[in-house]
Structure formats: structure tokens, C-alpha cells
């Protein structure tokens, strides 16, 4: 989560990369060209309105609190998320 929207929605140990916080980090192939399709994810859903997009760069791998849970195309880990409420008023 990057430093503004984690500060909007009250997420204290998100949007930096320093020592206190979480370890949320997505590393990036910007060279990687490949085409989206919907049976290659990872999600429930059948279907994806990206079907067929080509695309220039992939996430090859993606750390959760400093756990490694995505690695070359392939979940590595156990979801650990847990429900945010949404903060109201301004």
C-alpha cells in the first residue's frame, strides 16, 4: 500500500519501507510481454474483462509482511488478510 492512501484509511504500518513496518512489497518485470487470461489466475472468477490483453510488464513476485507469498506466477503462501472497515466522513 503506498504512503497516501495508507495514512487516508488509518493503515499505520503501511506505505513506506522502513523499519516498524509491514514488508508489503510486489516485485516487478518490466520487460516480461505476455496476454491475460482469466485460467491462468488465481481468482475464483471464470472470466476476466482483460481476456486476451497483452501486456509489458508481470509481477513475478509479491511479499505480505515480509512473507513471500507469490513467486513466479505461482501462490506460495495461506491468505492471511483480515477485513478493514472503511473510515467515514472526511
Do not use: C, M
Not at 4 to 26: E, M, Q, S, V
Not at 44 to 66: C, I, K, M, N, S
Request: net charge negative; no cysteine.
Amino acid at each position: 500500500t503506498s504512503y497516501n492512501p495508507a495514512r487516508r484509511y488509518g493503515l499505520p504500518t503501511k506505505g513506506r519501507i522502513a523499519p516498524g513496518f509491514d514488508a508489503d512489497i510486489a516485485l516487478v518485470d518490466p520487460a516480461d510481454r505476455w496476454t491475460v487470461r482469466a485460467a491462468d489466475s488465481e481468482s475464483t472468477q471464470e472470466y476476466t474483462p482483460f481476456e486476451g490483453f497483452e501486456l509489458t510488464a508481470r509481477v513475478t513476485d509479491t511479499f505480505l509482511r515480509g512473507n513471500h507469498i507469490y513467486a513466479q506466477g505461482k501462490v506460495t503462501g495461506e491468505p492471511t488478510g483480515t477485513y478493514l472497515h472503511r473510515p467515514t466522513g472526511g
